[in-house]
């Protein structure tokens, strides 16, 4: 695996490390490429917390380092946009604007309550999964403009048991693929799900082999990470999920385009 196409510096509020300090331990890892993916989480408030920055700003400083490195590494811009059922013209509109490389389209709400300080809220891990679903598909049916949906099944993280089936929402996970599909868009394998003390990475590879399953090519390998250590974090079983599920090839972005990287 080559490229890392999801990561967050400073410019994201829960991360410390500086752009520059992500990108050399990229270079040091050995990646190729890389995208940068700060969060743009409109109308997130938590505890008094935004999860915003400065567009000018992060393009002005991102444009700089992708010339510095630029004989090193090939350094994208991306954002992770959070996606709430009423933000859709918010997220086109600011999306539109700006001359991204790569949109991730997050679902970290439900219900506009973020699950990590929210969890007790729901009686059961059963509960809070399938809401979470519900808000994936409401948000994915509005048709807003991202590149692929990120990390699925994020709201397993916060559960008490910490997994869970596909069959056990087959019905609902099976119409967000649909959709997504038709759209045009894809999914992400993120790898953070096994830093956090899950079985398996997002989505659970039984997510990974039916949307493989129903004609689904676009998928983009990136490790969530929020400082340096975690960068392309576990890519050799990244590699493994892929093949195991079918992948020949995953997906990198550049001006919003997909390119198709052969899985080796």
Known sequence: MQSDFHMHTNFSTDACTIPQDMIEEAICKGLSRICITDHMDQDYSEEGTQFVFPPEKYFSMMKRLREKYSSQIDVRIGVEMGLQPHLKTFINDFVSKYTFDFVIGSVHLIDGKDPHFKIENFRTDREIYQRGFEQILE?????????????????????????????????????????LISQGKGIELNTAGLKYGLAFAHPHPQILKRYKELGGEIITVGSDAHEPKHIAYQFDRAKELLEECGFKYYTEFKGRKPIFIQVG
């Open 139 to 179: 948000c994915v049916e509005k048709d807003m403009d991202f590149d692929v949906l990120g990390h699925m099944d994020y709201v397993v993280r916060y559960g008490k048991e910490k997994i869970y089936f596909y069959q056990e929402y087959k019905e609902i996970i099976d119409q967000i693929l649909y959709s």
